[in-house]
């Protein structure tokens, strides 16, 4: 069981914007870095933010995130159909002394 | 253009033991920190281990004793040696690496654990 909790699923219809929460603790987003990922299952997972609360290259500004306290927020605007794939949040935990994911959430274009 | 090449998935009775590898190539390996990350069928990704530039190394609870990584910077090589397997550790296994978040990663190699 993650330590991240995630929604299960959100949806929009193309254009929209789609917000994806990610709660943690003092001890994982709290205290260290909250990474975001995309992901379509057979292929490899691609980073969406990075530890600056950056996009790398190649990752459209339609992508945003941001943090605050034991929370984070992962925003997609103008929804495309291309971005129907899980996300997930991910984050040192200090604790366990191990990184962590979060649930996921699986993104559907109506 | 970096490529990440996972090798060593394959059919293993419980009980048993695998090799993973990994190979990097058009990228420093030796500059950051590399893990392992599974998927089991219809669940979402795990945190298996990690290794770090200075070869400290970090486990998941449910893998710490079991599943040993290293690596070895003049191969470009990860390493995941997995012993007593149990039905639970069946997944896709992927190597993913990089600096300020994990922006390399293979596209796996599948683990399944199965009499």
């Known amino acids: 069981q993650s330590v991240l909790t995630q929604p299960p699923s959100a949806s929009g219809t193309p254009g929209q914007r789609v917000t994806i929460s990610c709660s943690g603790s003092?001890?994982?987003?709290?205290?260290?870095?909250l990474y975001w990922y995309q992901h379509l299952p057979g292929t490899a997972p691609k980073l969406l933010i990075d530890?600056?609360?950056q996009r790398p290259s190649g990752v459209p500004d339609r992508f945003s995130g941001s943090k605050s306290g034991t929370s984070a927020s992962l925003a997609i605007s103008g929804l495309r159909s291309d971005d129907e794939a899980d996300y997930y949040c991910?984050?040192?935990?200090?604790?366990?002394?191990?990184?962590?994911f979060g649930t996921g959430t699986k993104v559907t274009v109506l | 253009e970096v490529q990440v090449v996972e090798s060593g998935g394959g059919l293993v009775r419980p009980g048993g033991s695998l090799r993973l590898s990994c190979v990097v190539s058009?990228?420093?390996?030796?500059?950051?920190?590399f893990h392992w990350v599974r998927q089991p069928t219809g669940k979402g990704l795990e945190w298996v281990s990690g290794?770090?530039?200075?070869?400290?190394?970090y486990y998941a609870d449910s893998v710490r004793g079991r599943f040993t990584i290293s690596r070895e910077n003049a191969k470009s090589s990860l390493y995941l040696q997995m012993n007593s397997l149990r039905g639970e550790d069946t997944a896709v296994y992927y190597c993913?690496?990089?600096?300020?978040?994990?922006?390399?990663w293979g596209q796996g190699t599948l683990v399944t654990v199965s009499s």
């Open positions: 003092s001890s994982n987003i709290g205290s260290d870095h």
């Open positions: 530890a600056n609360n």
């Open positions: 058009g990228f420093i390996f030796s500059s950051t920190d």
């Open positions: 290794v770090s530039t200075v070869a400290h190394t």
């Open positions: 993913a690496g990089g600096v300020n978040g994990w922006v390399y």
């Open positions: 991910a984050a040192w935990d200090g604790r366990l002394r191990g990184h962590v």
